[in-house]
């Protein structure tokens, strides 16, 4: 059975695959705007999040307990999750017109018209509160000169590729500011910090993540690149066409650098230098030299597989770093 002509006013049909099967028939618009079927784009909110916090229970004194830790970065997994769903939803609202001209976004579900206008502006809303909720119970006090930023740019990215080749950046400065949010929760609120070499190490963490975001996003921008440009539709991966694996080297040796350079600003030990700064090392020059830009399937899951395996050795060099200082 063929699937149905995008083009049609109205297409009543519904892709099932993944967890979308176990779902009731009118759920799984909503489900799909949320990204259930792709969790791994949760955890590219999430890393953010538990850099930010691993980096502050390193420095904080007195020392954060592992219990009292595990319970805020389980809250923080939870808001990555709702607001990378609202973000999602917000995404999807706003290229309804532009996913139609795209073949692997043609079929989503404010593409095809599944949902009404009305309900997706109502369900984002009802995702967007929840968020607030939980931000407001981490930080007491300063919930919301860390939300109205965040919502600024989570509203902005989706038009970024209107009026720019850049909207990676724009991405990675919107996931990035989580690293703030995870510090803030663990009690190192940085807009509250003098200069530091602390406030350093997470300003240094936060643009590593938009490197991060920046060569992922570029890797993923290729599964559409040809679309993206009978449609005007602008990214780095247009941009630099030609030149992507130069471009993705540059970026690369810049992450790695940069990774070194927080691990000075923490004063870090071999854990982190071996398995945060080394795997990365070995996990960007693997992708890098092996990704296939002009196979889609290459580009997803070198995006999938190389977001994973980056922000989770960033994670175990981090946690690792931790428990070493635990015991001294």
């Known amino acids: 059975m063929s699937a149905p002509n995008p083009s049609h006013e109205d297409v009543p049909w519904t892709p099932k695959t993944g967890m979308l099967t176990y779902l009731p028939l009118p759920w799984l618009p909503y489900a799909e705007l949320m990204r259930l079927h792709r969790p791994v784009g949760i955890m590219s909110v999430f890393f953010p999040y538990l850099f930010g916090s691993l980096v502050a229970a390193c420095v904080s004194l007195p020392t954060i307990k592992p219990r009292w830790l595990l319970a805020r970065c389980t809250y923080l997994f939870i808001a990555a999750f709702i607001l990378r769903s609202a973000g999602c939803t917000w995404n999807d609202i706003a290229d309804r017109d532009l996913d139609r001209l795209v073949v692997r976004t043609r079929l989503r579900p404010m593409a095809r018209r599944a949902i009404s206008l009305f309900a997706a502006y109502l369900f984002t809303a009802a995702q967007v509160a929840i968020w607030l909720g939980l931000l407001s119970q981490m930080l007491p006090r300063s919930w919301l000169l860390y ?39 663990i009690g190192s609120d940085i807009l509250a910090m003098g200069a530091s070499d602390q406030h350093t190490g ?127």
């Open 147 to 185: 939300a109205a930023p965040l919502l600024f740019l989570v509203w902005l990215y989706p038009f970024a590729k209107r009026f720019t080749d850049f909207a990676q950046i724009v991405l990675g400065v919107t996931l990035g500011w989580g690293v703030l949010i995870g510090a803030a929760a």
């Open 202 to 328: 997470l300003l240094g963490l936060y643009l590593i993540y938009v490197v991060c975001s920046v060569i992922h996003d570029t890797v993923y921008a290729h599964q559409d690149v040809r679309d993206d440009m009978k449609a005007g539709i602008g990214s780095m991966a247009v941009r630099w066409l030609h030149s992507t694996k130069p471009f993705l080297w540059t970026f690369a040796v810049a992450q790695v650098g940069l990774l070194w350079a927080v691990g000075g600003c923490m004063r870090a030990g071999m854990w982190y230098y071996c398995i945060a700064v080394g795997e990365n090392g070995t996990v960007l020059s693997a992708m890098i030299s092996q990704l296939d830009l002009s196979d889609s399937r290459s580009c997803l899951w070198w995006f999938q597989t190389g977001s994973l395996l980056i922000g989770g050795s960033i994670s175990v060099g981090l946690l690792g770093e931790y428990f070493a200082r635990l015991r001294i």
